[in-house]
Structure formats: C-alpha cells, structure tokens
C-alpha cells in the first residue's frame, strides 16, 4: 500500500502541511518517512522550514564532503530567508587517508572539537555530517569533558594551574602566539589560541583573578574587543595522559609483535609517544590511548533525526570508503606502521545500520521513489528553465512569472550584484525580491507561488563563491621579531656585521643592555638601545653570506658609494622615461559610467580596500592625457587579473582595441577562458593566437584583429611580430614581463610612450620599495589573499610509489585533481604507466612542450572540465592555471628544480579553501647535492602564506625587484642590504626631483640623569624587547608614542617606572628633533639644549615665550631651570617648555 501523505499536487499551503506533516510523523511509529521530489536547493528550503516545525535535533548524512559543504551553503541562506536565528554547522572530515601519516589541520580539529563539546551540551541543533566523517571514531565524551575548561571574567585561578592545563592539553608555550594550539605567558598577562577561536585571547590577571579576557589580533597583536567567557578546548582529538600513554605502549607493543612490524619504526614510535608533547600522525593512535571507542552516534541526543541526503549514494558511499579504509590498513601493515585494525576506529557498514535502526530517519530523493511500506511526502518542485546566461531571457520569463502572481526572490552574493539586479530590474519593470546570499541553484515552488533564482543562472558564472579578508596588520611583525645570533645586520655607518646577542655594560647612569655586534677580524661593536635607529637587519639573496665589514676601514663607504652611484644612474633613466610620459599626449578614455558600473557589480566577489584601489588608479591613469605604465603586483588569486578586464572593457568601450600579452601557450588559453567568461554578456569579441590555433586560424585571426573585428587579442610574444597590425590600438596588457626575453622587452620598451601599458606581476615588491619609488614607477600593489586560502603543506620524501598512490587517492577522494611534474618527455609514458598501475581507476592526461597544439589543448581542456583526475606534465604548468579543485601537486625530481621554480610550481595549488598539499620527490638525500638540499629545506620551510619575504624566498624578490626597475641591481642589494637600498633609493629620488633629503638627520643625544630602560620581567623576550626599543627610536610624532603606550599596557599589562621613564624621554627626543636639539645634558639643577644652526626658530622667536626658567647661555645653546622636586614633575616640566618652542614652528 502506498503511504502517500499528501498527494502530488496540492493548493498553497501544502508544501508546508508536508514539512508539518513529516514533523508530526517523527513522534510516530513509523522509523523511517521519505521526502521525495526535492530538487537541488530545495532541500535545504525544506530542511529550513522543518527546523522550525519540530523541535528535535537534525543530523543530515550526505555522501561525501564536497556535497555537504553545498549542502550546508544553501542552508545558511535558508536560515537566513526563514529567519532563523541559529546557524547549521558543519563537521568536516580530517581530509586525509585513513592510516595516513598526517594529522588534520589544526582549525579542522578545532572546529570539530567545538562542535563535539556543543553537541555533548545539546547546542547544536543542526549539523550536516560526510559519510567518512561518521564512520571514524572521536574523542570519547568523558575524556573531552576532562578536557575542556570554561574561564569567566572574574574567576579565581591559579596561573600555574593554567600553564599545567594548557601544555596537557597539547598547547605550545612560545614568546609570541601567532598560531593556533599556542600560548605565552607574561607577567600578569597569558595569550592563547584555541583551536575552536577565530582570533586569540589574552587573558589579564589581578593576583589569581581574571580581570579581562580580550580577543586580539594575530598581526598587530592589539586586542580587539572584551568578551565575557571561554571554553579552552584541546589542540588535537588526542591528548593522552601520561597513564594512558603508559597503557597504550604496551598495547602498541603487544600488536606490533602480532603484526610483524618494522624495529626500527615501532622503535621511533615508542620514542615519540614517550617524549613528544604531539607529533605529526598522533591522531591515528587514539585506539591505543582510549580503552573506550566512541563514534559521533554516541554524541546524538535520543531524540536526533538522521536524514539521508540522497540515501542510495550515501549508502553507496559507505561501502565504497570501508573498502578505502581495509585497503589503506593492509598498506600500512605491508610497510611495516604499527596500526590499530578497522574495528578498533571505524564503524563497519553492519554497525552503521544497528545503529541507524534506533533512530528516526528521512530520506530525501531528488526522484519520487516507489515505495509501499514506507510514509511519504512527494513535494511538487520544479527545476527553472535554463536562462542561458542572459537577462533578457530571464526577464521574458519573469514577464510570465507575473502574470502568474508568483513571488520571485534572486539571491545575489554581493552588495554590487544586489545592485545590478535591482536596476535591470528597474529597466524591464520587474516586480521581483532581491536578496542578498548564495545559492546552488533555484527552484519553484508551486504550492507556495513562490520561486527562487540564483544570480549566476541569470548571468551564467559558476564559480564557487569566496569572500575575501582584510589584511593583517603587520606593526608587529617586521624588523628584529626573528633576529638571532648569527644573523647579519647592517649598520648604516660602519657596515654589515654579524650580531652575536646582547651584553649588560655599565653607563653614566648605572648598567643597561647592549647589542654585541662582530666585524670582520673579530672587531666588536656595542649598539646601546636608544641607538639601533642605525640598525636593520640585512636582507640579501640568502644563498652567499654577505662579506663582513672592517670596522674603521673605507670598503663600506666605497660600497655605498658605488650602490649610490648606479642607484642615481638607474633613477636618472626611471625619471626620463616618466618625464617623457608625463608630456606625451596619450589617449584619454571617457569615463563611461553606466556600462562600467554594470560590469563593477557583476563582479563576483567583494573587491578588497587594495584592490580597489589599484582599479582606481587604473581608472585614473586611463582617464588623464598622459600616457599610463603602471604596474599591478600581487600574488595569484589575489585579483590582478580583474583590474585589467576592468581596464580593457574601458578601453574597448571607446571602440579601441587590447592586447594581452602573456609569456606562455597555457597562460595564453587561461586567460582567454578568463575574459570570454567575464564578457560574456557584452559585446565584446575576444580571441587569441598562440600555438593552439592552427596557421590557418592565425592567419584569419589577426585578419579580423587588424580590420578591427576583434576587441581583445590574447597571445604570446606572436603578439609583437611584425605581421601583427591592429585596426586601433589603445592598450597593452603585459603578465608577468620578467619571462620575456630582452629581444622581446626591447620591444616592448619601444612602445611604451606611444599606448598604454598595464604591467601585472606575481612577483612580490616590498612595501618598503614601493613607497621609496613613489613618483618614479607608477605601481600598485594587491596584497590582501582570498579569504579560505591555507597554507600549503609541503612534503620532501623519497621516492615512493606508496606515498605517490596515498597522496593521489586523498585527492580523488574528497573530488580534488593532482598535477604531477614530471620534466623529462622521454620518460614521462613510464610514470604514466607507473601512476595507473598503482592507482587503476584514476584518469591521467599527460601534457608537454611537444605535443601537437590541438592535441595540448584538449588536454587542458579535459582537466579544467574535470574530466582527468591526474595531470601529468612539464613544468608548462609553472604560471597561468588557475584551478581550485587542483589541491595537491606531486614534484619528481625535486631536487633538480630550483628555488624560485619551486616556489612557482607549488603555487598552483592552495586556490580554495581546503588544504593543499606539496609533495617533492628525491632519490634519496644521498643522492642529491649539498644546495640541492638547501633549497629543498628552504621551500619545506616556506610554507605560511606571505612567506614570500621570508628565509631564501627573498631571493625571488631581490631578483624581481631588479626586473622590475629596469636594471640588475641584484647585487647591488645584495652588497648592502635590501633596508638601506631602499633608503637609498627613496633619497636618491627626492634630491633627482628638487626635494629636502636630510643628509644627516639629528639623532639627539639625551642624557637628562634619568634612566628609562624595558626591563627583562616586563618583556621576557629579547626579540620583543629590541623591537620595541627600535620602534621607538623610529618615531617621529608624539601621536605614535601614544599608540605604543596603549599596545604595550596591552600586550604586557601595566608598565612599570623604567618603562614610563623611557617613554617620556622618547617624547623629549621627538620634540628636540623638531627643534634640531643634538644634546640634551644636566648641569646642576639646570638642563641644557644644544642647538643646531640648522634649527628653524629663531632665539628671538623663545625669547618671546621665556620666563625666569628659560637662561640664554649663547646663541645655540638654551637651559631650563628645575625644582629638582622628582624625575616626574622635572621631565614634565622639559617637555611644556619644549612643546610651547616646538608650536612656534608649526605656527609660524
């Protein structure tokens, strides 16, 4: 008998008597009801709207994480639409192999930790759980409870007690918390980063009490805001106490001998679990360590419902990852790993369906299933008909829409795109709701009149949406955070030396802490706080240590003098071209503002504060009459390459034409995809010519580019050949300039002055270069990465077919693709061969150099569609693909590569947000060289986002900022130091252009008898201290003296006397370099200023604001008498006299 609940078709409001309907049937008999007929998106709108009919808790099972993650982005719109005021969550898989030796990312296990704790409280009514993600054991309830441990403002707690808990729950104690699983301890201040927290906290102590408990950021490490209270979670699913780490290695033991397991590796493994904190793949052993075996089940309250997000693939999926798991334990036990069996840490299929069977369970299916013994509700959902991409037909429909009363809601990402909807809208008279969020896809639902369409089915983008964040602030993070001994630093008198730490020597005023620094023959050279102004820390290629400098000879000033020389050349010949630009008459592009607003809010993303502003620059130059040259520098994925569609779209809408010039075949066709895809509701025909065209196609390709029928040419340096003839030419967009050979730069140096050029570079330019060339090269940096980009995890490992197949199959098991180099073509059908053997049912396309062009392109095309799982290639791969589901890249040979291409080659993965894996491959560390060996530890190293100014890397930058000016001044930088090149340069500059450059600008002495130091109990750290003395040595204004006062009340708690001391004496300082002061000095009960002829206030101008304080004592030489009542009112007295002379200046 068919239990149809309601029938097929039903009047408003039916679709919610069904939702009704199937609440009221969980308090039933019956243990399992079906929702049939729901489409796409339309599941989540029934599982908003059943949320709010019942009360119990809702599991949903979907088949793998990709479709939970869908699943779960649809929800949150959903809520939203429904107004429900909690939020779905999300329990994310480990995203690794099962025996696999790895361990989940730490915000991974944070956020599953967080969501075990909630459900364990009854707080999480919602959760959408992947297949794999259920069938693996968790943390058992009673050893989280033990685990976790709430702080609230005004709590009495032991600080030790803290400390304890904290490193037994796995967290690392270090001077500065950057990362999650960390924390530091200072005075009355301890900084935490649980793993479940989006930002750190910095807990404030007064005695054992919590005063406050602020949230702060990673980068400038300012709090942000105050909160009330906290769970701490532990870092990782496994912390084992010493008792149970006890029991596990005897159980380890026991098993190993029954497995037959490696000595050697069972030997390591021992050594680990007894004297490691954690250690990479700890989390796999959890069997060992918990006697009792828990799974997500026992975490669900009685009265859960489990729904199957289409049951028969979720079925199909558990079988198919039990295989994975069996398969994974048999190859960890042929290699020798001690592994705990199946059973002792995932659910068998069997297991799954006893447990199942004491839960109420609804399936949804996207078909209506026949079924006579099982209640069912068949929803009346209907699919939207294919828009094709185009408004126009969009609004047909919606014309007919109307006419039928129905209400019509568009869910668009962005505020831009709300916007666009609403006046087209406007313009075709619409009735329609426009709302702000993202859906997979829309629907229409008859029973309610009511009908869904997604933005991207308008308009035909289906990208998966990222917002994008802010960047951090980086105060704190430059100059001495990472100074060690042995490094190099560069004094700007007398050199570079190698610092070799600090040393206390005694003054005039009592001890205080001095920077040691060694010169060549063993000179030593004492830095004193108050004058590391002089001090940077030498930046250089990283692979050749600098030549240390001879104290008192004349080697440092010949080398400054010979930078400064090619500095002035190089400057000289920047200036001419930008001077011959500055008066050439360019075109000047109208400002269009209807056509370019429309194409600014389709743009799919939230445009970054940088990035808008390299688009407003863009704009700028392309609207005034001179000539634009300007170059946009930012990481792939970072938007570049939307400023130059924005730019090109101006240009083309003034009926002139664009080249696109790129260095290779594959970026060629990227960027074809790119701009087809972005124009694709315009008018705009974009084409392109490289090796993939045939002579036939090129020869009517450029036909049309010079009769003015294409817009837009994309090419490779075909594009500068002699037979290339444009109809109009207005601009020149240029990717990655640095790849093309001088022939071809000569080139395009030649046409320069008479079109506009848009430079866009991956390369990254320092900040401290970019301000320096301000007014010389028009540049804009984009800095800001996309929102969900993690850092790659990178690998070295011998070669090893197993690691290959683990690593390949993780991909395809969570719907990623694999590139793997191979940059030999003679061998490149063996490992082909070799891939398939190992992995049978993978799909691998193999692309090089050699192949026919035609047969190149299908290749690439077959991976972008998704339709190879594995490409294997060249290193034709190095720049240009953009492909986010391309989470892992396999490098053979690794060791032949170098730096730069390294670097290069990983950075085409990590383009989504989840984690990307780096694996490099050697023969062995015997069988490669000394370098070889470096480069490939700098690049494991090299893993954080931005590391691009870090260890080696810097190299990249020394060589690209050389590219980038014109000249190679690699060495250059590399003979003093990347810090005082760019002060160099930034003086250089000025005094070319006509501007003040201070020679030798003040730097007053100060010695007032009053002695202001940080002291080592205040800030532990001596790199945290030394920055702090050197910012202070940096400012220029009593404003940053302020800010720094806050930070460090902060960052350290309430600063005592000393630390008070320094800081007013720094405000002398600042104010006696205003006044040019060289020497501030105490003669009895008097202070005495010495003045600099330089000054710019006249001694008549102080006469008029003395009193009986102030004493002339000669022209240049001025004191003010004190009470001698306290270093406090004597100081406070100093600075009013010197502030009322100061505002004389500023008055004048």
């Not at 003296?1041 to 004496?1065: A, M, Q, S, T």
């Not at 008549?1100 to 003010?1120: H, N, P, Q, T």
């Amino acid at each position: 008998m068919n239990h149809s609940i309601l029938p097929d078709k039903a009047i408003s409001p039916s679709f919610d008597d069904g939702v009704r309907e199937i609440a009221k049937q969980l308090d039933g008999d019956s243990a399992v009801l079906h929702a049939d007929g729901l489409k796409g998106a339309s599941r989540s709108f029934f599982l908003a709207r059943l949320v709010e009919a019942t009360t119990r808790p809702i599991v949903v099972l979907t088949s793998n994480q990709n479709s939970g993650e869908s699943l779960i982005g649809d929800l949150r719109y959903f809520y939203h639409f429904n107004n429900i005021k909690n939020v779905p969550r999300f329990f994310p898989t480990w995203e690794i192999l099962p025996y696999e030796n790895l361990s989940p990312l730490a915000e991974i296990s944070g956020e599953r930790l967080e969501i075990l704790n909630r459900l364990q409280r009854g707080k999480i009514p919602f959760l959408v759980v992947p297949v794999e993600a259920l069938m693996q054991c968790v943390i058992p309830r009673a050893e989280l409870d033990n685990q976790t441990f709430p702080i609230t403002k005004g709590d009495s707690l032991d600080r030790e007690f803290l400390e304890a808990c904290l490193f037994d729950n796995g967290y690392t104690r270090i001077p500065l918390v950057e990362n999650r699983g960390e924390f530091s301890v200072r005075g009355d201040i301890v900084d935490v980063f649980p793993t479940a927290s989006t930002n750190p906290l910095r807990f404030e102590f007064f005695d054992d009490i919590v005063e406050s408990i602020r949230e702060f950021d990673i980068g400038s490490q300012v709090s942000l805001k105050e909160i009330k209270e906290i769970e701490i979670l532990p870092v990782r699913e496994v912390s084992p106490t010493p008792g149970q780490k006890d029991a596990g290695l005897e159980k380890i033991s026991k098993l190993a001998e029954k497995q037959g397991a490696d000595p050697a590796g069972l030997n390591e493994l021992l050594d680990k679990i007894q004297h490691l904190g954690n250690f990479v793949g700890m989390e796999h052993l959890a069997p060992f360590f918990y006697p009792r075996r828990e799974t997500l089940f026992d975490y669900f309250s009685k009265d859960t419902v489990i729904v199957f997000d289409e049951e028969e693939d979720v079925r199909s999926k558990i079988g198919h990852y039990h295989e994975i798991i069996h398969t994974e334990f048999n190859s960890a036990c042929d290699r020798g790993d001690v592994v705990a069996p199946p059973d002792w840490f995932y659910l068998e299929p069997e297991e799954i369906n006893r447990r199942l069977a004491d839960i109420k369970t609804i399936t949804i299916n996207t078909l209506n299933i026949e079924s006579d013994d099982v209640p069912t509700v068949r929803f009346n959902i209907k699919t939207n008909p294919v828009l094709q991409g185009k408004f126009e037909v969009f609004a047909e429909k919606g014309m007919e829409w109307e006419k039928e009363n129905r209400r019509v809601v568009v869910v668009a990402p962005t505020k831009g795109q709300v916007k666009r909807v609403h006046e087209l809208l406007g313009e075709y008279d619409l009735d329609a709701d426009v709302d702000r969020g993202y859906v997979s896809n829309g629907f229409h639902c008859p029973d309610l009149n009511l009908t869904f369409v997604a933005e991207h089915e308008i308009f035909g983008r289906t990208h998966k949406h990222r917002y994008r964040r802010k960047p951090k602030s980086q105060s704190f993070q430059r100059g001495f955070k990472d100074l060690k001994p042995g490094d190099y630093l560069v004094h700007i008198d007398y050199g570079i030396g190698r610092y070799m730490g600090t040393r206390e020597l005694e003054t005039g005023v009592g001890s205080g802490e001095f920077l040691n620094i060694t010169y060549a023959d063993g000179e030593k050279l004492y830095i004193p706080m108050d004058g590391l102004a002089f001090i940077q820390k030498y930046v250089g290629s990283g692979e050749v240590p600098p030549a240390l400098n001879k104290l008192g000879g004349v080697s440092w000033k010949r080398q400054k003098n010979k930078v400064k020389e090619s500095i002035r050349e190089m400057a000289e010949d920047l200036l001419k071209l930008y001077a011959t630009r500055e008066i050439a008459t360019g075109t000047s592009f109208p400002v269009n503002p209807v056509l370019m607003q429309e194409l600014t809010d389709s743009f799919e993303f939230e445009e970054t504060e940088d990035q808008l502003k390299a688009i407003d620059d863009t704009m700028a130059d392309l609207e005034s009459s001179k000539s634009m040259d300007r170059l946009i520098c930012g990481d792939v994925g970072y938007g570049k390459t939307e400023v130059a569609m924005r730019a090109a779209f101006k240009v083309v809408l003034d009926k002139k034409q664009v080249a696109v010039l790129v260095p290779t075949t594959i970026l060629a066709q990227q960027h074809l995809i790119t701009f087809r895809e972005r124009f694709r509701n315009y008018p705009v025909n974009v084409n392109m010519v490289s090796r993939f065209r045939s002579a036939q196609e090129q020869k009517e390709i450029l036909k049309n580019v010079k009769s003015g029928g294409v817009d837009i040419i994309i090419g490779t340096h075909r594009l500068l050949s002699k037979d290339v003839n444009f109809s109009d030419l207005g601009l020149i967009i240029v990717d990655e300039e640095q790849r093309f050979g001088v022939r071809h730069k000569e080139a395009l140096k030649k046409l320069r002055n008479k079109v506009d050029i848009l430079t866009l570079t991956a390369t990254p330019i320092p900040r401290t270069l970019h301000f320096s060339l301000m007014g010389v090269r028009d540049l804009s940096v984009i800095e800001t990465p996309p929102v969900d980009r993690l850092a790659i995890k990178t690998f070295v490992r011998k070669f090893d077919e197993k690691i290959i197949r683990e690593s390949i199959l993780r991909e395809m098991d969570r719907g990623g693709q694999i590139y793997f180099v191979h940059n030999k073509i003679k061998s490149i059908h063996s490992v082909k061969e070799m891939i398939q053997r190992i992995i049978p049912e993978a799909r691998i396309g193999i692309g090089h150099g050699q192949l026919p062009e035609h047969q190149l392109e299908e290749v690439m095309r077959k991976f972008i569609d998704k339709e190879t799982d594995v490409l294997l290639c060249t290193t034709i791969v190095e720049s240009g693909l953009d492909i986010p589901s391309a989470n892992t890249i396999i490098i053979n040979r690794a060791d032949q590569f170098g730096l730069a291409q390294l670097y290069q080659l990983r950075g085409r993965v990590g383009r989504y947000k989840h984690q990307a894996y780096a694996y490099l491959l050697i023969p062995g560390t015997l069988a490669i060289s000394s370098d070889a060996r470096h480069r490939l530890i700098a690049i494991e190293e090299l893993s954080e986002l931005g590391s691009g100014f870090q260890l080696a890397a810097r190299d990249m930058e020394i060589r690209g900022v050389g590219n980038m000016l014109g000249h190679n001044q690699s060495g250059h930088i590399a003979s003093i130091g990347f810090d005082l090149y760019s002060k160099l340069i930034e003086d250089t500059v000025r005094e070319i252009k006509g501007q003040e450059v201070a020679s030798n600008p003040i730097e007053p002495e100060i010695n007032l008898q009053v002695k202001g130091y940080i002291p080592k109990d205040y800030i532990p750290d001596l790199n945290q201290r030394l920055e702090v003395y050197r910012r202070l040595q940096l400012f220029d204004t009593l404003g940053e003296v302020d800010v720094l006062e806050n930070e460090l009340n902060d960052r350290y708690g309430k600063f005592p006397e000393p630390v008070e001391k320094l800081l007013l004496l720094v405000v002398i300082k600042i104010i006696c370099k205003k006044i040019h002061i060289s020497r501030a000095y105490m003669v009895g009960s008097e202070a005495r200023f010495d003045i600099e002829s330089t000054t710019p206030i006249a001694p008549e101008k102080i006469a008029v604001i003395a009193d009986k304080r102030i004493v002339f004592l000669s022209e240049f030489r001025m004191g003010i008498k004190l009470d001698r009542k306290g270093w406090k009112k004597d100081i406070q007295v100093l600075i009013d006299y010197l502030k009322k002379i100061a505002d004389t200046i500023e008055n004048e």
